[in-house]
């Protein structure tokens, strides 16, 4: 559009302020007189606690109070997404610790330091019991059964599809296992939390939390401490990385705000880095997959049999396999059978929760992987072999098998996309060379292609746009961002629909006392709906604007325009134009308001896709992988501020190579966390990454005025894939078919060492013959993370 600014490459308006370290976040800003709480961990997996002494802790100067569940009044509760019903978790772990990790007290004291000499002095003694740790064996018939109320460690099963048996027939079948890791989300900042009980200068309680969902923290805290809602006011300063790890309501928040309320003093809780990684973890799904092919190359059907590890608790997390995993099965493809079965287990490790992506980056894995095996099999151009097997674009909206109804898409076009900017073919000849030649650094190339949901559940949310007496505006809107960039790429919507410059503009979010309502961030859905609502409050505001100014100048609506340089007035007549603070005199003489609050409500999901290549280097003598370039084409719908989609293809691409090459959180037979520093968890830096090519198709969605899909899990979805199929790809003249994550250098050089003789397939677990469609049971696929 002719002098629009959307579209265009707007610098962050939010990134000053970050970068010269003057943001604020909850452990740095001032808390008068908060007292410091600290965390006694269960040291085992699993056991009763035998005793308790908490007395010389007590004794320690400088302490105010050590609090054990005894000391709190709260009912157990469901922390965010009700995953089983017999799961609710106490405040403090009681009678029994279900993973290393668990909390069991809380050390109340004057500084961090004490608290934590504080916590030294509590004596427990612990009766082991056998920990459940692996998620397939939890699921075997000899497991110990961790809960009472939970046969088999089984929290939840789901059967999904359109036929019993879709590799009836089949030509060709190919099979394979496949592991999708345990992550740590490792945020830059880790959780924390303050509280005063008596308020930020005004009555009822305030608390301070690094989140992604400040309303939701509001509305559980009420519904858990059976406070009023209207009596607690929820502040989200700036928060560093969220990732789905800060969706909803932890255990520690309960423990924190029931405390200050109960001693009716001010405290704060900051979380240490080990105590993070090993409590804010993602993914943990085993996935079985088979799939009939043709032999020239049709898909025929799919069956998966998946496991999810829902940890202790019923992590939420678990359920996801259950959930958008299920949901998201048929990806891209034209795939006429499926059958799709999980079963979600308890262990005694932590519970999982949503790592960026929350389930659809677990379902393009399997997928692109089989995809890649099938492709192989008949000796097809994994390219080739996909592009057979895409969705028309012709037939969109498009009834997927899994339920969900694509609602636009050209997978084609972002196919032959990044064939053409990776110079495909040129790498196909690069890495004929190598081999021919007999070099030891040899070249993979691996494709991907991706759709996934987003704004998925819930789809509504809040936008309000107000002018100011200096004519500027202010937006307010309930999503809560964490570096996505909301503050321009909302500021642009208002710019440009009321000509008001960006810098007059101001940007309001993540606190319950000047937003009402919001579903916060999760699931991509902020664009989509709070863009739109604030888009929709926009014109709105214009709307009556141009009623004052032709009421005031008596001139018809229809000739009423907004200059460029920001005034109102009749068209074509020059001194006929107000200013916006003109305007506002003008509307407070009418006694009308220039403002409007409301909510945007989409009619369902919108599904975003891409095609990524990822070109990697094997050192055939150390199994060492080295990514060379990574090519992404993402389709976000339409493209508001370029340099912001591509941040976040940036952030998401970095993520999917993590998980691909580093990422994993590992324990012992006894449950014991064997990563718990960044000294060993390994999460790459920029000195690991390849060079990035980002860029994208435009396919607008047409359930929102924007035509915005979201963007910021997409990258992640499609790069891993891409990656574990570049390593394996590079390797496949040796017999290497397959390699599970993280393709470390130690399993890539065992992959070599045993070439075809690799291991593809064992039975899945014998619980998937007893579960049945009657068994379906939760899952949070209506949950935005």
Same mark, same amino acid.
């Given at each position: ?18 970068l ?7 452990? +740095?800003?001032?808390?008068p ?5 600290y ?15 908490v ?5 320690l100067?400088?302490?105010?109070a ?17 995953? +089983? ?11 029994v ?29 612990y ?5 459940v740790?692996d ?9 110990r ?19 019993d ?51 939701v923290i ?10 009023p ?10 928060v ?12 520690e ?6 405390a ?5 003093i001010p ?19 085993v996935?079985?997959?088979e799939?009939?092919?043709s ?5 025929l ?53 949503a ?5 659809r ?41 899994m ?8 997978f ?52 309000a746009?107000d ?19 909301h ?16 810098e007059?503009?101001?940007?309001i ?15 991509s ?17 214009l ?9 005031h100048?008596?001139?018809?609506v ?5 200059s ?31 403002a409007?609050?409301?909510?945007f ?30 090519f ?13 989609v ?13 998980? *691909? ?13 064997? +990563? ?8 790459p ?24 899909k979201?963007?910021?899990?997409s ?6 894939? *891409?990656?574990?199929? *570049? ?50 049971g ?8």
């Open positions: 559009m002719n002098g629009s600014i959307l579209g265009t490459r707007v610098i962050r308006l939010e990134d000053p302020e970050l010269k370290g003057r943001a604020t976040y909850v452990d +740095n800003l001032e808390h007189g908060a007292l410091y709480c965390f006694v961990r269960s040291t085992v997996a699993a056991a009763k606690i035998a005793s308790l002494d007395a010389r802790a007590k004794e100067p400088g302490v105010r050590v609090l054990v569940a005894s000391d709190y009044d709260i009912e157990p509760f469901v922390p965010f997404f009700p995953l +089983n019903e017999h799961l609710k978790r106490p405040v403090l772990a009681s009678g610790v279900k993973f290393v990790g668990d909390p069991i007290a809380m050390i109340i004291a004057a500084d961090r330091s004490t608290a934590v000499d504080a916590s030294e002095l509590v004596e427990v003694e009766e082991p019991l056998d920990a740790v998620m397939e064996d939890a699921l075997s018939i000899n497991a059964q961790i809960d009472p109320e939970v046969a088999r460690n089984l929290v939840a099963s789901v059967v999904g599809g359109n036929i048996n879709p590799l009836n027939g089949a030509e060709v079948v190919v099979r394979g296992r496949f592991e999708n890791q345990r992550m740590s989300v490792a945020p830059m900042e880790p959780n924390s939390i303050a509280v005063n009980p008596d308020g930020d200068g005004d009555e009822g309680i305030t608390v301070w939390v690094s989140t992604q969902m400040p309303h509001q509305t559980k805290l009420s519904s858990i401490l059976s406070i809602k209207d009596s607690l006011r929820v502040i989200t300063p700036n560093g990385g969220g990732f789905g790890g800060k969706a909803g309501v932890i255990q928040h309960v423990a924190v705000v029931g200050s309320l109960m001693l009716g405290l704060r809780w900051m979380e240490e880095r080990g105590e993070n990684l090993i409590s804010m973890q993602g993914r943990g799904q996935q079985y997959v799939m009939a092919i032999r020239d190359g049709l898909i059907g799919l069956d998966a049999r998946m496991v999810g590890d829902a940890g202790a608790y019923g992590g939420f997390g678990g359920g996801l396999v259950a959930g958008s995993t299920r949901s998201m099965a048929q990806g891209v493809y034209s795939i006429p059978k499926i059958r799709y079965k999980a079963a979600v287990a308890s262990t005694n490790t932590p519970p999982i929760g790592l960026r992506g929350a389930g980056p677990e379902a393009t894995a399997f997928l692109e992987r089989i995809v890649d095996m099938a492709a192989a099999e008949i000796s097809m151009d994994p390219i080739e072999f996909r592009r057979k097997n895409l969705i028309s674009s012709t037939s969109f909206p498009y009834q997927s098998v339920g969900p109804l694509y609602d636009s898409g050209n084609v076009k972002a196919l032959d996309a990044v064939a053409e900017v990776s110079k495909y073919q040129d790498l196909r000849r690069e890495q004929l060379r190598r081999r021919q030649a007999g070099e030891t650094v040899v070249l993979g190339i691996g494709v991907s292609c991706y759709v996934e949901v987003t704004a998925g559940g819930g789809a509504s949310e809040y936008g746009v002018i100011t007496p200096d004519g500027g505006a202010e937006i307010r809107v309930g999503t809560s961002g964490h570096g996505q960039g503050p321009t790429t909302f500021s642009m919507l208002v710019a440009d629909t009321l000509k008001i410059p960006l007059k503009i101001k940007f979010q993540s606190d319950t006392k000047e937003v009402p309502r919001g579903g916060g961030t999760g699931g859905r902020s664009l989509q709906l709070g863009g739109s609502a604030v888009n929709a409050a926009a014109l709105q505001v709307d009556v604007a141009k009623n004052l100014a032709a009421s100048f008596e001139a018809s229809d000739d009423i325009i907004v460029q340089e920001g005034t109102i007035g009749v068209a074509g007549s020059p001194s006929h134009f107000l200013s916006w603070t003109d305007l506002m005199d003008v509307a407070k003489q009418a006694g009308v308001e220039l409007y609050r409301g909510d409500n989409q009619a369902g999901a919108t599904f975003p896709f891409g095609a990524h290549v990822s070109v990697v280097e094997v050192d055939l003598e150390t199994g060492l992988v080295r990514p060379i370039s990574h992404a084409v993402d389709d976000c719908g339409r493209v508001l501020n370029p340099l912001v591509e941040g976040q293809q940036h952030g998401g691409i970095a993520q999917g190579i993590g998980q *691909a090459l580093y990422e994993k959180v590992y324990f012992d037979a006894y449950g014991n966390p064997l +990563n718990s520093s960044f000294a060993e968890y390994l999460v830096s920029a000195a690991e990454m390849p060079n990035f090519v980002a860029s994208n198709t435009e396919t607008p969605s047409p359930l929102n005025p924007l035509g915005a979201g963007i910021g899990e990258a992640t979805v499609g790069s891993t894939p *891409a990656v574990q199929n *570049a390593v394996v790809d590079a390797l496949s003249h040796l017999g290497v078919r397959h390699i599970d994550m993280p393709m470390t250098p130690e399993r890539v050089w065992q992959a070599i060492s045993q070439g075809s003789n690799g291991p593809l397939w064992s039975e899945p677990p014998s619980i998937f013959s007893e579960i049945k469609k009657s068994d379906s939760s899952a949070p696929e209506e949950v935005d993370i």
